[in-house]
């Protein structure tokens, strides 16, 4: 568990499920360009679906931030599952709630998730839509690099966003 200002930052379990899809539902809602899975989808998911998500298999993990005991932001780390990507994991679902914004919640996340990432991987890959700044900051203040932007990645109302493509190698100098 770490602890940054008043926010405390520690994997998020089975029992935290309710509090996690307040906040994901929200974020969906928010902002759909930033995720992959739309509003309608997860909506739709029992919350058996979410707490199933909060325990993955090791060393994958759901970060959670908290003030007090409110759930403020998320950030997930998944490893690649077969032999030839188990050197490689994602970072996702990287979230902060619009009242904590701004006093680093989102570093302390993704630092969480860079160092459980660090410990099992080799290379941590995360994407971002090419119109949000303050998110690829953070993560390239954090050591991600560009490689490449993966066009008309999202469509969300017969709207097109492109996704720039980062990565953190952890076997880099
Ligand atoms: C992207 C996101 C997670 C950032 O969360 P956050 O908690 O605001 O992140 P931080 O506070 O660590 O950093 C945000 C800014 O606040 C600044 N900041 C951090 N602590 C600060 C402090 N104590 N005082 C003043 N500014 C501060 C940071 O320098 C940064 O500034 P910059 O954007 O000019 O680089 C959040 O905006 C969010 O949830 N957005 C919607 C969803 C999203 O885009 N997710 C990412 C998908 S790829």
Known sequence: M???AS??????????????RAIRLAA???TPEAFGASLTEESAR????????LTPP??????GAFTGSELVGTAGFLAGSSEKSRHRGTLWGVHVAPAARGRGTGEALVA?????AKRHVVVLQARVVTTNRTARKLY?????????IESKALCIDGAYFDEALLSLDFSEP
């Open 2 to 4: 770490t602890e940054q």
């Open 7 to 20: 926010i405390t930052i520690r994997p998020l379990a089975a029992t935290d499920a309710e509090a996690y």
């Open 28 to 30: 969906l809602a928010e």
């Open 46 to 53: 029992p919350l058996e679906r979410f707490a199933e998500r």
């Open 58 to 63: 090791a060393p994958s993990l759901v970060f």
């Open 112 to 116: 969480a998730a860079i160092a459980q």
């Open 140 to 148: 390239e203040r954090l050591g991600f690099r560009p490689y490449g």
